[in-house]
């Protein structure tokens, strides 16, 4: 291609997708080719578009090519850089500038970040925030039937949507879980998301009450915003950590890959910085022995970006799936006629140009945003505590 190409639109689509938002971008050029990308900081759309309109005024009529150097002033050319909201921002930005140029060179975007290390994307499966005790277990059953060898659980109250007691939940979940390896076996990988409800001090209570070997990832079982925090509670059990779903930059990555507090990187492209983030989080890990095991709780053009990150790096574990949550909605065919599809546990990497993904835009424009807010989530003492 001869002629250069320039950005004229960037069009933020906060929609309601099933029973979420989904924060949709579209970026436009002169030549007719556009690409998409979606951010990942649920819950605040409102805020992302913002940001994504900041953005706008000065990247019109910029060379959607020159990723890297966009992506950098994005970063750099503000007082306040960083921060989760415009993480997120840069995030969609950076992804469906990844799209428009795989689709000007007539390449999947695997081949923009070092080509294809592998055809197939292995996953892990949820058995759901509702399903408790022998009904997840059972749950656990039907996905190792349908070929899913990794498999994760959500502790006993995760799905309350008024009161969590942490220490009534961990007696009962690793209850749960002791049978949940009896009766699955060793050949399945296990694991938990406690999605940061826990403290240092109740973290390790629960590793305690686990047989040896239950656990194959821990993840998120406290917050994030103390390194050291992770660092004590790593020399209070064996079980590997799952962590970085939350974090905005390689700089939030620095401490937990350097000092060697998880085994693995839950980064999620759509927050950490779109691709080019990622990658560079990727080739950090990578030197550490720490696996990607990315987060994908949303929309399909997540997916698709994810897939293509997963294709190419070589220390990948899983990607996470909600596809089996059948009543989520995320990924529906009328506002994605063309995404990603599981074949088993499996997601088969897309030799189509770009990110290999259609959204129709008639149908998002048609859907307006609903504001959604998290659980706020109380104790028994009327405390508030973490959702």
Known sequence: MTTKL?????????????????????????????????????????????????????????????????????????????????????SAIDIALHDIKGKALG??????????????????????????????????????????????????????????EPRESIGATATMLNKAREALGDEVVLGIDYHHRLSVAEAASFCNKLSRGVLDFLEEPIRDETPEAYESLRTMTDIPFAVGEEFASKWQFLPYIERGIHQFNRL???????????????????????????HNPLGPVCTAATIHLAAAVPNFAWLETRAPEAKLGFDNSDFFPVQPRLDGPNYPVSDLPGL???????AVKAESFRFWEAPHLKRRDGSVTNW
Not at 31 to 40: A, L, M, P, T, V
């Open 6 to 90: 320039k950005i004229t639109a960037i069009k933020p689509y906060p929609v309601w997708v099933g029973t979420r938002n989904q924060m949709l971008v579209k970026i436009e050029t002169d030549s007719g080719i556009f690409g998409w990308g979606e951010s990942g900081l649920s819950g605040r759309e409102k805020a992302v578009a913002g940001a994504i309109e900041h953005y706008r005024e000065f990247l019109i009529g910029r060379d959607p090519m020159q990723i890297g150097r966009i992506w950098q002033e994005l970063y750099r050319s503000q007082y306040f850089e960083g921060g989760r909201v415009l993480q997120a921002a840069i």
């Open 107 to 164: 390449v999947p975007v695997y081949d923009l970040l070092g080509g294809k290390q592998r055809d197939r994307i292995p996953t892990f499966a949820s058995t759901g925030d509702e399903a408790e005790g022998d009904v997840a277990i059972e749950r656990a059953r039907e996905l190792h039937a349908e070929g899913w060898l990794a498999i994760r659980f959500f502790p006993i109250g995760q799905s309350s949507n008024d009161i969590f």
């Open 268 to 294: 999620d492209v759509c927050n950490v910085g779109g691709l080019t983030e990622a990658m560079k989080v990727a080739g950090w890990s990578e030197a550490h022995y720490v696996d990607l095991m990315p």
């Open 356 to 362: 290999g993904v259609e959204v129709n835009e008639e």
